[in-house]
Nanobody, 118 residues
Framework: QVQLVESGGGLVQAGGSLRLSCAAS????????MGWYRQAPGKQRQFVAK???????VYADSVRGRSAISRDNGKNTVYLQMNSLKPDDAAVYYC????????????WGQGTQVTVSS
């Protein structure tokens, strides 16, 4: 089993930046993908970004150009750097893990709150 622990959420002013971290532990496959999703109150969980263990990245249109996902495979940690934050970015951000590059995300973290003040 894989466990995910997120950190780095908090309150930031619009236009500011925040970096989220997610540390994975357990039975991690060498070819995997890790990603970030977010869920705002009353809305469905939506994809934000993903990165494979080979470094291939995918971004949602809503964050492309303002965010950067990266990972440290030696530490089994994935990061999400978010810049130029908008009030619409406020949500609970969830880290996720997929046991293959293009498979479904099957493991989820507990979530970290991001609040953006206008």
């Amino acid at each position: 089993q894989v466990q995910l622990v997120e950190s780095g959420g908090g309150l930031v002013q619009a236009g500011g930046s925040l970096r989220l971290s997610c540390a994975a532990s357990g039975s991690i496959r060498s070819n995997n993908a890790m990603g970030w999703y977010r869920q705002a109150p009353g809305k469905q969980r939506q994809f934000v970004a993903k990165i494979t263990s080979a470094g291939i990245t995918v971004y949602a249109d809503s964050v492309r150009g303002r965010s950067a996902i990266s990972r440290d495979n030696g530490k089994n940690t994935v990061y999400l750097q978010m810049n130029s934050l908008k009030p619409d970015d406020a949500a609970v951000y969830y880290c996720s893990y997929a046991p293959s590059w293009y498979g479904s995300f099957t493991i989820w973290g507990q979530g970290t709150q991001v609040t953006v003040s206008s």
